[in-house]
């Protein structure tokens, strides 16, 4: 092919999709970032620059650390319990038993509905009165343990953090699901052939044969948490007293409460710098496949 | 034996987490508002179906409907074909500055949306594309290709090339190449995809409530958030719950329809491999 | 090689796409009117049919009138962009003071000179309640003008209380005896919604702010003079609050509900008071069980206390006419319709809600808001909650802590250090335009 071809094909093949993002996303992106350096009320077009004045203030307002801090924490948290439920879950729906099959159809549930009932549905199942945590609690004699999960301060993110992985759950059993059947099952056979038992074989096959996937899981995990919005938005509204309180409602309540778009802007540009640091620390920390190491 | 039956209940719990809260908003829908409160885990007394009715009358659905399937459909329809063919570029056609464009694709699914939301609406103010269906159809299209040029890109890094250089040996141009032979192979990945897309258009609110603003043209999350918030202003939970199951049920009946689908294609695309 | 033959198919759909138009309305003639309203509890439908009424009256006027219930968002992008609808209700969630300070609502001073709605003498302003008109007003001009009007207070539940032979409580002595009482009678005392502090702040935390230290002490504190939030007044009203708590008089995990939850657990007898406003009946009126009366009482007031027993929070939710709408006269014609006598009676009537118009009160009012017109006819003082939307940091910051002191994590001494830290924040800001209120002649 030549060179002049490859560049039009090339090129022809990138057009649509990239002209289409730089219109609709690229531009209105740069736009924001520039805000950053104003002073907006976001009412009406008047402006005023201020340099990096709302950066200075961003680093000295101890909401955002506390902010940022909730949504480590959440990343931390839920990416455990995630890469733990959803790879057993992956592995245990590839079997051929009535439950693997109900599974099968029901996973991707949580994901289906929109993030809007999976608060309704999570409040009320914490609701402190009537919600069938607390119901279920008193039922086995632990009554001292129901509490108002969403409402005292050390629960309150852990609650939200439950009810995230709840939804997020299907979409990782889908993606290790498929990953999963991409190892040979030659593999698979001679591990066990040679004596390996499940969590042998889960270090020294498949989590090194799923590295590029684990990876890129990993750093959705980092996305999902650095950015979640709604359901602390509807179930706690960052509350009680700040507890659940995340970068982006943080960064909400700024645009949007107190009228403060140009510190909004700003939040959103270190969020997002964060996000993309957490990322490539990400590719970077898990580059090395082990299984690269073998011959 | 022992590790068998640990895997059944394991699977059994999860699988009874997801279905038991989905058919308690199914039962909520046909009680009255004051049930709803005074005995939530308990059978309605008489099946409520007027909030059917209410909530089809108060959410407008029919319509909202209607523009949902069309904004999501004419979405896909742009999105999986130029999405694909960029991911193709990305995946096996390396050039200068490829990792830059990767990356700025990669970026936009960091930025939070409503941030881009003021300028975004500036924009299509001037392209006279605010409060159209096809306005918001190419804002969505634009804001699901991060999502789908990443996922594809990866997925066609995985595919076999021996086909496509067959093909190329063969005479093929190198675009006959992809749409003859490398799409039908990457079939499962956009299915995938592209049920992903669907069910996130579907449940799109953030662009979708400051895009359009007329009734007429407002989709389902719309309709059902308003649904929310005109029924914590009246109490008619029975309404809310109701217009929630009406919701739902499209969304899940279709991806019932599709669900073995989805597995038979990844099966099958790994048994390929 | 050529590129695939599909591609340019692509450029033409994003170019017809560009090109293809909506067709926007071209400029409104001057008989056309858009008016964006909250959906909240009472609807759009009245100021609906007011419209298509309007209409009649005045063939060739169109009336669009729209509306939800987060109708804010949607309009903020439009105040932006240079075409907000001609009049509007914004509701809660916008920011009324920012839109006054970027000059994008008119003042309405000279058209409230001018007569009410089918009249041709006397001034439009008289007929409006002067202590609501006055919290629309900056640097003395009026931004914006009120329509219905909500007082805060406490609601109990009647027939529990006629059964046990209970009274409201006046006074914090009564209360705390009654609160025991109730307690023995394995009832909540007192529930209150706690996820949303405000409720808390303006039921418990201001009144007995005013109770301890007269108006005076949250006027001071209103207008940010210094030392005013960590006052004695203060931290007597903290310390009330963190007593009810100590004693077990809140109900158990009231802290982590919402509105409704809290509202239904009142409702549902398993709470015997809450602080609310007069929204509540038709908030909950498709819950309520039959026949369930709910009295209307002001917060009990402290036995030695400062302050004007009378006193009563009230709340407006503005509307306003935009500077970048199309037709100002037509705008403020319907809204002086809106506000006429008969429509504000009818108002009262339909929706169970006090307005600020006049003599609106002689309407048919219905039976959960005798009570509450009776304590606005006697109530001699008249307060508002304005530093929520002055400041709203300082808001923020009071609805924190007011969570924090409820939740037992803070004490009295630690919640007025954190008041008088966040109005402090605010003195010093100096981007944040002052609001100075001046007590005129109340009622």
Same mark, same amino acid.
């Given at each position: ?6 560049? @039009? ?47 200075? %203030? ?6 955002? #650390? ?78 001292? #343990?129901?509490?108002? #999960? ?24 889908? &993606? ?34 799923? #590295?590029?996937?684990?990876?890129? @899981? ?15 938005? &509807?179930?706690? %509204? ?27 802007? @700003? ?23 082990? %299984?690269?190491?073998?011959? | ?273 | ?37 909250? =959906? ?51 509701? *809660? ?25 089918? =009249? ?20 003395? =001009?009026?931004?914006? /003008? ?7 207070? *406490? ?88 007593? /009810? ?56 007031? /402290? ?141």
């Amino acid at each position: 092919m030549t060179p002049r071809a490859r560049a @039009a094909f090339i090129t022809g093949f990138l057009l649509p999709a990239t002209a289409l993002y730089a219109v609709f996303v690229v531009v209105p992106v740069v736009q924001a970032f520039a805000f950053s350096l104003y002073r907006w009320r976001g009412i009406s077009a008047d402006r005023t620059f201020i340099g990096l004045e709302n950066f200075r %203030q961003l680093l000295n307002d101890p909401l955002v #650390w506390l902010a940022l801090r909730h949504n480590l924490l959440l990343f931390a948290g839920t990416s455990v319990v995630i890469l733990a439920l959803s790879l057993a879950l992956a592995h245990a729906i590839g079997h051929d038993t009535r439950a693997a099959r109900f599974l099968r159809s029901v996973y991707l549930f949580p994901q289906v509905i929109s993030l809007v009932v999976v608060a309704i549905l999570w409040m009320f199942i914490l609701n402190p009165s009537f919600g069938i945590l607390n119901a279920a609690l008193k039922a086995v004699g632990l009554g001292h #343990w129901a509490i108002a #999960w969403l409402g005292e301060k050390p629960t309150a993110l852990a609650s939200i953090g439950a009810a995230h992985v709840w939804h997020a759950l299907g979409f990782y059993i889908m &993606l290790f699901s498929a990953a999963l059947r991409t190892i040979p099952p030659d593999v698979m056979e001679a591990a066990t052939l040679d004596g390996a038992t499940g969590l042998v074989r889960l270090r020294y096959v498949t989590l090194p044969m799923l #590295w590029a996937v684990l990876r890129i @899981a990993l750093v959705y995990m980092a996305i999902g948490a650095m950015n979640i919005f709604s359901l602390v938005f &509807l179930m706690t %509204q960052g509350g009680p007293d700040r507890a659940t309180e995340v970068m982006l409602t943080y960064l909400y309540e700024q645009a949007f409460k107190n009228s403060d778009f140009g510190y909004a802007t @700003a939040l959103a540009v270190v969020n997002f710098v964060l996000v993309m640091a957490l990322s490539a620390g990400i590719l970077a920390l898990f580059r090395y496949n082990p %299984q690269e190491g073998r011959a | 034996m022992m590790a068998r039956m640990l895997v059944a209940a394991g699977l059994w719990i999860f699988a009874l987490s997801v279905v038991v809260p989905l058919l308690w908003v199914l039962m909520t829908a046909f009680k009255t508002g004051a049930e709803i409160f005074t005995a939530p885990w308990g059978w309605p007394q008489t099946p409520q179906w007027q909030n059917f009715m209410r909530a089809w009358q108060e959410a407008g659905i029919a319509r909202y409907f209607i523009n949902s399937l069309v904004v999501t459909l004419g979405t896909l329809a742009i999105l999986l074909p130029i999405g694909a063919m960029a991911a193709y570029i990305f995946a096996r056609y390396p050039f200068r500055g490829a990792n830059w464009l990767f990356g700025a694709f990669l970026g936009g699914m960091m930025f939070p949306l409503f941030l881009t939301i003021v300028p975004l609406f500036f924009l299509l103010v001037r392209l006279q594309m605010l409060d159209t269906l096809h306005g918001l159809t190419l804002v969505y299209v634009a804001y699901s290709l991060p999502f789908t040029v990443f996922v594809l890109t990866g997925f066609f890094q995985t595919l076999p090339q021996e086909m496509v250089e067959a093909a190329l040996i063969d005479g093929c141009g190198h675009a006959r190449a992809f749409w003859k032979v490398m799409l039908p192979l990457a079939k499962p990945g956009i299915i995938v995809v592209g049920v992903f897309n669907a069910i996130g258009l579907w449940n799109e609110y953030p662009l979708a409530l400051v895009i359009m603003s007329s009734d007429e043209r407002r989709t389902l999350p719309l309709g059902i958030a308003n649904l929310l918030m005109v029924e914590q202003y009246q109490s008619d939970w029975g309404a809310l719950f109701a217009g929630l199951v009406i919701v739902m049920l499209p969304v899940l009946f279709v991806y019932w329809l599709f669900r073995d689908r989805i597995h038979e294609t990844m099966i099958a695309g790994a048994l390929k491999g | 090689m050529k590129p695939s033959k599909l591609v340019p198919v692509w450029y033409l759909l994003l170019v017809v796409a560009a090109l293809v138009s909506c067709s926007k309305q071209a400029g409104s003639p001057s008989k056309e009117l858009e008016v964006a309203c909250f =959906k909240g509890g009472y609807g759009i439908d009245f100021f609906e049919q007011s419209a298509r009424e309007y209409e009649q009256q005045h063939p060739g006027v169109k009336i669009k009138v729209w509306g939800n219930p987060r109708v804010w968002e949607q309009l903020r992008p439009r105040f932006v962009a240079g075409n907000p609808p001609d009049l509007t209700y914004p509701g *809660w969630g916008m920011d009324h003071w920012a839109l006054v300070y970027e000059g994008q609502v008119i003042p309405l001073d000279e058209y409230l000179d001018t007569p009410a709605y089918g =009249k041709s003498e006397g001034k439009w302003r008289d007929t409006f309640e002067p202590s609501l008109l006055q919290l629309c007003q900056y640097q003395g =001009k009026t931004y914006m /003008l009120p329509y219905f009007f909500s007082m805060l207070g *406490w609601w109990y539940n009647k027939e529990m209380f006629e059964k046990n032979g209970w009274t409201p409580p006046r006074t914090w002595s009564e209360l705390l005896a009654l609160c025991e009482k109730i307690k023995a009678k394995g009832i909540a005392p007192i529930t209150y919604q706690g996820i949303y502090p405000a409720y808390a702040v303006g039921g418990f935390l201001i009144p007995w702010v005013i109770s301890a230290g007269g108006i005076e002490a949250f006027d001071n504190a209103q207008n940010l003079v210094p030392g005013a939030w960590k006052s004695a007044a203060f931290l007597k009203a903290a310390q009330m609050m963190d007593e /009810l708590r100590r004693r077990g008089y809140f109900q158990k995990g009231a802290n982590g509900m919402d509105h409704t939850g809290a509202q239904m657990e009142f409702i549902s007898g398993r709470a015997a008071m809450i602080p609310c406003g007069t929204w509540l009946h038709s908030e909950m009126r498709n819950v309520l069980p039959p026949n369930f009366r709910m009295g209307f009482f002001l917060p009990p007031v /402290l036995d030695d206390g400062k302050g004007d027993p009378t006193a009563v929070g009230i709340g407006i939710e503005p509307w306003m006419v935009p500077t970048k709408g199309t037709n100002r006269e037509l705008a403020v014609d319907f809204y002086k319709y809106m506000t006429s006598l008969e429509k504000a009676k009818l108002f009262v009537e339909q929706k169970g809600t006090l307005m600020s118009i006049r003599g609106s009160d002689a309407a048919n009012i219905p039976e959960h808001l005798k009570e509450p017109v009776a304590v606005f006819r006697r109530a001699k003082t008249v307060w508002s909650v304005e530093y929520r939307q002055w400041y709203p940091k300082l808001g923020k910051a009071v609805e924190d802590a007011t969570a924090a002191l409820l939740a037992g994590d803070i004490t009295p001494e630690q919640f007025v250090e954190r008041l008088e830290q966040a109005a402090e924040a605010a003195r010093q800001d100096k981007n944040l335009p002052k609001h100075t209120y001046v007590r005129g002649k109340d009622r």
